[in-house]
């Protein structure tokens, strides 16, 4: 079956260190998404592409990065991880409409 | 200011209530989603709405595109319902709603 899959499912990393988070679907959608979820904020968006090599800000971008080499993965790259950035991360992909979420990735930076 | 409102932000009921869930926004839509997510994180989709109405065992939702307003309904509520629903709505991008803390007491 078709799936979403984000890695690692937790990650503990120190302040100002480079970390990235893995994000691979094999429904070969072209729209991606990258968001972080905090109390009180609820789903935020940091980056988003429509297909191979293109790549949008969104609400919360800074501090974060992407790169779309290929249809399946979005990997979201943190520069130099800050507290701040401690979160749920959750990719998303959609084939324009509807959307498939990954389980998440709990980020703790410390 | 958002671009999607939930009410209420936090809801408990007793098992066998009957639950409305309201969704309001202000952005032009293609669609919107109802999601659901557990305790555990993961984040499922329950409805994509772009009209009229959309039934799934116990859950119902609605959207009226004129009044920009979608509700999901839960009959006979159990304690497994007991989640987090998450309004949201495809425009331009995905905007999504802060959710609806769910929680159904037996």
């Known amino acids: 079956d078709a799936e979403i899959t984000q890695s690692p499912r937790h990650k503990i990393t120190e302040t100002g260190r480079q970390v990235t988070l893995a994000c691979h679907q094999t429904w070969n959608h072209n729209n991606m998404f990258w968001y972080r979820q905090d109390l009180g904020h609820g789903l935020r968006l940091i980056h988003y592409?429509?297909?191979?090599?293109?790549?949008n800000k969104g609400e919360v971008s800074d501090g974060y990065s992407v790169s779309r080499s290929n249809t399946e993965d979005l990997p979201l790259t943190l520069e130099s991880a800050a507290s701040s950035q401690t979160s749920v991360y959750f990719c998303?992909?959609?084939?324009?409409?509807?959307?498939?979420f990954g389980q998440g990735t709990r980020l703790t930076v410390v | 200011k958002n671009e999607v409102e939930q009410s209420p932000q936090n809801l408990t009921a007793q098992e066998g209530e009957f639950i409305t869930i309201n969704c309001s926004y202000s952005?032009?839509?293609?669609?919107l989603h109802w999601l659901q997510q557990h305790p555990g994180g993961g984040i499922v989709s329950l409805f994509m709405?772009?009209?009229g109405k959309k039934k799934h065992g116990r859950l119902i939702a609605t959207i009226n595109i004129q009044e920009k307003h979608s509700s999901l309904h839960i009959t006979a509520s159990h304690p497994r319902d007991s989640a987090v629903y998450i309004c949201a709505v495809t425009g331009n991008q995905f905007y999504f709603g802060t959710g609806t803390s769910l929680t159904v007491i037996p």
């Open positions: 709405l772009s009209s």
């Open positions: 998303a992909s959609s084939p324009g409409r509807g959307a498939f």
């Open positions: 592409s429509y297909g191979v090599h293109d790549t």
């Open positions: 952005v032009g839509i293609s669609a």
